[in-house]
């Protein structure tokens, strides 16, 4: 699609941001905008460019910084680059900068290559069946009265490359290639302002496919293909004639309909591992009914729909042959909202269907649409008709602006109350709770919040109008208040005040950066951070630890110029340095990191980076071209010592320790469950699906939800587990301790605990929910003080804090007090 652009005379220098403080609008942080003229090389005049964007951070009132700080500035390289395709004609040939190479503020620069001139040979004698990257498009020459027709470049991203200056390392580049599949497509003009006899093929749409490639050998080298809808069919032909276009999948699937008001989408993903494919995931789009048509003069109507995925099949291939399919399905309302989403898990069985569906809350005069009301899930399949209840997994209401009505109508949208259902019987729920309700300020920050039983927090603004507030005070259902002091120009927390009245400080620089923490008791900060950023040598955070002593421990970060920690120095007592190296591959992984090792130099921003023969201990990561973790290597002063494999087979995990210990295989479900561990008493099977006989197997089941269900191992011994709607564990069966039962509050908080011999504990808490009482409740006795196993106590030394512990054993009571440092 195409859109009107609008021009200024001016150019935008800064970019300021302000908030209001108080009643002062107070600067945060400022953009300074660099542009140039740069030369284009020909007779072309030069175009205004942004050549840098520098940033300043301007806060001074959160106590880090007594000056705005400016970091380097980000900066933007072009490369010029013809627009007009034939230069035979004699006129300009209206080269532009294309962006060529950024430069960021810590010195990573990130190149852009791009594909060469489309039509070096000649442009296309027909503009309908143009495949070139050239276009045809109207304008008007200088000294012409009448636009001509003529064909421009279509330039194209091939290759990104991140590079390191700063890292020291010959693994500091990143490159990533994009290799286009198949030929241009080009769409016949929808602009609906252009003139009717100045209308041709001049819309971009791109490939059918791409395959992006990552990595340098002998590097893994990563793979992705994928396919695009272009949006081609029904496109515009010559004397009237219409296109007929489709997309087809990797899999020989029927092909589907490439419509307008897909393009760009993405069809289909095919992973690979060298050659061979890991996964290949296929989307079909959505499309509502046209939400709006505007008849166009010469053009066809333009229309505009909602759209989204209707189904996504995702395909794992098998070593053992073949693949395992999984496909989620998706309704839609006429809103384009999602109204059930059918998850079939792994297609071969039914097993582990799980329906979902929504419900909403709506308000079409004030376009609330997105608030929903009642979410439920069942482990069936959504055209079938669920059991209850034991295909229930959940179902949770929410209601808003103080209605208890389910779906009706908000006013402003806020979630005061939720409900979800504990217990069923047949269809019908019979148990449901309140998880909290709520209200709110004119903001639609939080007010207060009730939770099950009558546990209300409330949460008071300074101030309450008008400004970002520069104190929040919570009140919690003992009414302890906890109250924070916040810079108001970033919303940072400048100070915290707990219950019992212990005072937390943290300061920050001009940029929102934390600089130290003063924490109770202590007189100089705890923790202390500096910061520098380069874009000529690393960047480095170094953190000041407070001693015993009162002086500090260092430990400084080094960070590269694509910010990834390369290097920790740690001081050590006699004021050397322990190191840690982190190497990274040119896919940008981890493939080394260095145990610490010792230099007698004071700490440093510049890298140390021992040579591996000097390294006592380091470990290697080696992958796969799908980013798999194959090896993980012991290096001794560069000797391998030992190594770990590992072995993917799409449903499982086979992991080869080193001599000594034995090797296993984890199988996964769907859904990425373990379903079985095979511990092998000798070696490692060539087919892990079909091991031999000399090994032991651990057998895993688990509910629709994803909770355990039961674990058999290899001599048949079985523990099971049940729980409520809630995911709270109601019961669990042990081969050698029986049954154990248990009952939850609504706040889930555990309430019984009776085990095989029908021996009961009964647990209490308080308000803030904290436990205070075990009791042997055994033949439903009534808690009290003659059957109380254990005790807490809390908030009588400091609120907030426990002040004992008790516990009583064969007549006897022990007792122990815990210190609280009283200091603040």
Not at 20 to 34: R, Y
Not at 63 to 72: C, N, V, W
Not at 213 to 236: C, E, L, N, S, V
Not at 498 to 527: H, I, N, R, W
Request: aromatic share 10%.
């Amino acid at each position: 699609m195409q859109s009107p652009s609008f021009w200024s005379e001016y150019a935008l220098q800064s970019i300021q941001t302000q908030v209001l403080v108080g009643t002062t609008e107070t600067n945060v942080d400022n953009w300074a905008l660099t542009h140039t003229y740069p030369a284009t090389g020909d007779s072309t005049s030069p175009s205004l460019w942004l050549s840098s964007i520098a940033r300043t951070g301007q806060d001074t009132s959160a106590g880090g910084s007594t000056a705005a700080i400016t970091l380097p500035p980000v900066v933007f390289s072009g490369t010029p680059l013809s627009n007009r395709a034939d230069l035979s004609d004699g006129y300009s040939p209206i080269t532009r900068q294309r962006l060529s190479t950024i430069t960021t503020e810590t010195g990573e620069t990130i190149s852009v290559g791009y594909s060469s001139p489309g039509c070096a040979s000649g442009v296309p004698t027909d503009a309908s069946q143009n495949t070139t990257l050239c276009y045809p498009a109207y304008w008007l020459p200088l000294n012409q009265a009448e636009p001509v027709l003529d064909w421009f470049n279509k330039f194209i991203v091939t290759g990104v490359t991140e590079e390191d200056p700063t890292g020291g390392s010959a693994h500091d580049t990143i490159a990533t290639t994009y290799t286009p599949v198949g030929t241009p497509a080009w769409h016949y003009t929808e602009d609906p302002t252009s003139q009717p006899d100045e209308r041709t093929w001049d819309q971009w749409r791109g490939f059918q496919g791409m395959i992006v490639t990552t990595g340098t050998a002998p590097d893994p080298i990563t793979k992705t293909q994928y396919t695009y809808f272009r949006g081609m069919d029904g496109d515009t032909l010559p004397n009237g004639g219409t296109r007929h276009a489709t997309v087809s999948d990797s899999r020989g699937d029927p092909p589907v309909a490439d419509s307008d008001q897909f393009a760009g989408g993405t069809y289909e993903t095919v992973v690979y591992n060298g050659p061979s494919v890991v996964s290949d995931t296929i989307s079909d789009p959505w499309s509502s009914a046209a939400t709006a048509t505007q008849a166009v003069s010469g053009l066809k109507p333009l229309q505009s729909f909602l759209l989204d995925t209707a189904d996504t099949k995702v395909y794992t291939q098998l070593s053992s042959g073949g693949d395992r399919e999984t496909e989620t399905d998706y309704t839609h309302d006429s809103h384009g909202r999602v109204t059930a989403t059918d998850d079939h898990g792994d297609v071969s069985t039914p097993a582990d269907d799980l329906c979902s569906t929504t419900s909403f809350a709506d308000n079409t005069t004030a376009w609330i649409l997105d608030r929903q009301a009642e979410q439920k899930t069942v482990s069936a399949d959504c055209g079938a008709t669920p059991v209850y209840p034991q295909d229930a997994v959940s179902d949770q209401l929410t209601f808003y602006d103080g209605s208890t009505t389910s779906g009706a109508a908000p006013t402003v949208g806020d979630p005061t109350e939720t409900e979800s259902a504990i217990t069923y019987t047949g269809s019908a729920v019979t148990s449901t709770y309140s998880v909290a309700t709520a209200s709110f300020d004119e903001y639609g920050r939080p007010a207060t919040t009730t939770e099950p039983d009558n546990r209300i927090t409330q949460t008071t603004y300074t101030p309450a109008t008008g400004a970002e507030p520069t104190q929040v005070v919570v009140k919690d259902p003992l009414t302890f208040t906890t109250t924070t002091v916040n810079d108001p120009v970033r919303d940072l927390p400048t100070s915290s005040t707990d219950a019992g009245g212990f005072v937390t400080k943290e300061q920050f620089d001009a940029l929102g950066q934390l600089t130290s923490v003063l924490k109770p008791g202590v007189s100089a900060p705890s923790l202390k951070y500096t910061y520098t950023i380069s874009n000529s040598a690393p960047s480095v955070v170094d953190t000041y630890t407070l001693n015993f002593d009162g002086t500090y421990r260092l430990s400084e970060t080094l960070y590269d110029a694509m910010l990834r920690s390369r290097e920790v120095q740690n001081q050590t007592p006699d004021n050397g340095r322990d190191i840690t190296d982190t190497i990274y591959n040119t896919d940008g992984w981890v493939s080394e990191t260095t145990n610490p090792y010792f230099n007698s130099d004071a700490v440093s921003p510049t890298y140390v980076q021992a040579s591996a023969g000097d390294v006592p201990s380091a470990t290697g990561t080696s992958y796969d071209s799908a980013g798999r973790k194959t090896a993980a290597i012991a290096y001794a002063l560069g000797n391998e010592t030992w190594r770990t494999s590992y072995v993917y087979g799409g449903n499982f995990v086979t992991t080869i320790p080193p001599a000594g210990s034995p090797s296993t295989t984890t199988l996964a479900d769907a859904r990425g469950n373990t379903t079985d561990l095979y511990r092998y008493n000798a070696g490692a099977p060539a087919d892990p699906t079909d091991p031999p006989t000399d090994y032991s197997a651990t057998h895993y089941t688990y509910y629709p939800n994803g909770k355990q269900q039961s674990v058999k191992d290899a001599a048949g011994n079985t523990w099971s587990y049940q729980y409520d709607l809630l995911g709270n564990q109601t019961s669990a069966q042990d081969p050698d301790t029986g049954t154990t039962t248990s009952t939850y509050d609504h706040a889930g908080q555990l309430l019984t605990t009776t085990d095989s011999r029908a021996k009961q504990t009964t647990h209490a808490y308080d308000a803030d929910g904290r436990k205070t009482f075990d009791y042997d409740t055994t033949g439903n006795a009534a808690p009290s003080s003659d059957n109380e196993i254990a005790g807490w106590t809390y908030d009588t030394i400091k609120k907030g804090y426990p002040t004992s512990q008790t516990s009583h054993s064969g007549g006897d009571v022990y007792t122990q007090t815990i210190r609280v440092r009283l200091s603040p």
